[in-house]
Structures are given as C-alpha cells and as structure tokens.
C-alpha cells in the first residue's frame, strides 16, 4: 500500500519547470497563431447526444436584412455603372457566408475554420483579378477597402461561430457526463440501501428454522434466493423492466411475511388494461422496491398489531402509476424524505425529467398508514 507521503515524495523527485518555461507553451503557441481554432473535434455521436438545436433561420434573416441595409447605405457611393452588380453581388456573398457558417455550426472544427478562411481568400482574389482583366482596375482599387473589410467581417464571425459552438457542445456534453454520474452514483447508492439487517435478520430467521427442522425454511429460502439474485445485479442497468420490479417486490413481501408471521398481509394489482402498459414499462431500478421497502420500515413494522401493504399499478391518459399504501401507524408529523426516498426522486428526476413525481401522503379514506405513490410517462 501507498503510503500517504508518497504523492508528496513523487512530486518533489519531477523537477519543476521554470516559469518562464511553463508559461510559454500559452504564450508562443505557434501552430495556434498559424493554425488558429479550437483543438476538440466532437464526433457525430457526441453532436448527436447534446440534444442542442441545429442553425436557426432567424440568422438567415438577421444577417441577410443587415447586408442589405448596408448595401442600399452605401450604394451611392459604389460606381454608378457596376452599382446593381456589385449590391446583388453582396447579397451572394452573404449567402455563401451563410451557407459556410451552418457547415461550421453542424461540425465546428479548425480544419473547416481554416479552409473557408483560406478559400474565401482565394476567391477575392480572383474576383479581383477578373475585373482587372475586365477593365475595372480603377473600381477594383475603389471596392477593395470594402472587401477587405467584409471579408474581415465575414471571417470574424465565422471565428466566433467556431468558437461559441464548441463551447456550447463542449458545455452541454459536460453537463450530460455529470448528469451520468450523478445517476451512476445514485445507482451505487441504491445497492448499498439494500439493508444489511434486513440481510442478517433473514438469515438469522432462516438459520433458526433450518435448526428446529421448521417448515417455514424451505419457502423462505426460495424467496430469498430469488430476491438476491434479483437484485445484486440490477443496480448495473439504468433502467429495469417493471415485470421485473415486481417479481422482486414479491420475493422481498413473501420473505417479509415469512418473518412477520400474522402481523403483516400483502397484496398486489393489477388495474384492468395495465397488461400492455407494464409489459413495455420500465423505471430506474428499486424504484417500487424502495417504496415497498420504506412502507415496512417505518410503516409495519413499528406497528404493534401489524398491518397489510398494497401495492397497485395503474396506467391512464399515458402515464403509469404506482402506489404502495401501507396499513401501518402512518405519517409522524414533519416527516421528510429519507436517503432511499431522496435517492429515487432523484433518479427518477434524471431519467424522466419534470415528468416523473414521486409523493407520500396519509392514507386515503382515513384509513391508516400512509400513500406512497410514482407517476411516470408511459411513452
């Protein structure tokens, strides 16, 4: 094992750069002053994955009124008898930088940066030359403060378009990994609530029948060993298939029942249609089981007399609803979510948006115990 002093030690043994050395890397970057636009090349895949809205027609039509305007300020200015020639030609010329900027928007790179600024060149310089040859070299030593202007324009913003669209992927892409990992975290999190007393209180009940040769064993085993090989691996999924969910909550209510004995009845259903809906649902991992979970917890079993759970799966107007309700001593007042409810509003916040709810509320009708309920999109 490393000892803590290690990074300390393997840092002091590299020798520091200079300063001066360090900060010329930034300073003289010459392939970037010959070469200029951003490093990062974003692959279809990752353009595809920010989700972010391609080019917006109302550039087009920022920029092209824009020329236009300029073109009709200064057309007294341009020579009377190329006037019509050289506004309509601007107006081309607005198209092509147009066309050339959403070719940057879809995939910002240097090496496109750098091809139009270089084709661009090479295109007013021929321009340039043709009307030389055309006779025009008065007019073309009149136009070329204009062009070089425009171009100069054209070009800055095809450097800043470069730039802001990288930034804006490079930004949305970093959101999206944090977000990734915030539910793989969840996920991690979500593994470690499956409750280790609950683990051992099983096992000890398990290991107490088996001695006294009870015939409670034999199911109790059964349920456990689907319950545990149920649930070990499905926190590795970002999404588990609701018949599964509920093949789980099963296993984990007939183990519970086993323990509680009398004190504790179960029940599941279906609402009628919600076949269909189910059997192509699905929803982060331990999301009812968590419900299920909690309802024991905090519902039966600090109940003296016990109590029955209902777990009922509704589907209407395209979402899905699960409820968990729960006969035991209901909600104490101030009551607040707890890390295994927290966690899967959280998760279900992630993968579903502002779409997906989670609630626990008193029991309906007066009765007691408490609601606890999970609404997502069906779609």
């Keep these: 094992m490393t000892s803590p002093s290690a990074p300390a030690e393997a840092a002091a043994a590299v020798p520091a750069k200079p300063a001066a050395e360090a900060g010329a890397g930034v300073r003289f970057d010459w392939a970037y002053w010959l070469f200029p636009g951003p490093r990062r090349r974003f692959s279809e895949a990752e353009i595809a994955r920010s989700g972010l809205k391609g080019w917006s027609s109302g550039i087009d039509c920022y920029v092209m009124s824009n020329v236009l305007v300029l073109g009709l300020v200064f057309y007294t200015m341009l020579p ?21 900027g959403r070719w940057l928007w879809r995939q910002p790179t240097r090496t496109r940066f750098n091809g139009a600024t270089l084709a661009l060149s090479i295109l007013m310089v021929l321009i340039t030359l043709v009307m030389v040859k055309l006779g025009y070299r008065d007019e073309a030593r009149d136009l070329l403060p204009f062009a070089a202007g425009g171009m100069t324009l054209t070009v800055s913003s095809w450097w800043f378009l470069t730039l802001y669209r990288t930034q804006q992927l490079g930004a949305r892409l970093a959101e999206l990994d944090a977000q990734d990992e915030r539910i793989a975290m969840a996920q991690r999190l979500a593994t470690a609530q499956i409750q280790p007393h609950f683990l051992f209180n ?18 109790m085993l059964r349920s456990l060993t689907r319950y545990l090989r149920a649930t070990l691996p499905m926190f590795e999924q970002d999404r588990l298939p609701l018949e599964q969910e509920l093949q789980i909550v099963r296993s984990y209510l007939d183990i519970m029942q086993a323990r509680l004995g009398q004190r504790l ?18 929803l982060p991992p331990g999301t009812l089981l968590t419900l299920a979970e909690n309802a024991i917890t905090h519902g039966i079993e600090p109940s003296l007399r016990g109590g029955h759970i209902a777990v009922r799966v509704k ?7 699960l409820e968990v309700q729960d006969g035991g001593q209901g909600l104490t007042p101030g009551a607040c979510d707890g890390l295994g409810l927290a966690n899967t509003r959280e998760r279900l916040q992630a993968q579903f948006g502002a779409e997906a709810r989670l609630g626990l509320e008193p029991a309906p009708d007066q009765a007691p115990g408490c609601l606890a309920w999970v609404e997502l999109p069906t779609a």
């Excluded at 001695?211 to 199911?219: E, K, L, M, S």
């Design 265 to 282: 009845s179960w029940s599941l259903d279906t609402e009628a249609g919600a076949g269909a809906v189910i059997a192509g649902a699905s």
């Design 202 to 219: 099983t096992l000890a009940s398990l290991q107490h029948w088996v001695d006294t040769r009870d015939d409670r064993a034999g199911p």
């Design 80 to 100: 009377r008898h190329l006037a019509h020639v050289i506004l309509i030609g601007g107006l081309a010329m607005a198209s092509l930088g147009l066309g050339v």
């Design 315 to 321: 589907a209407a107007d395209g979402r899905l609803r």
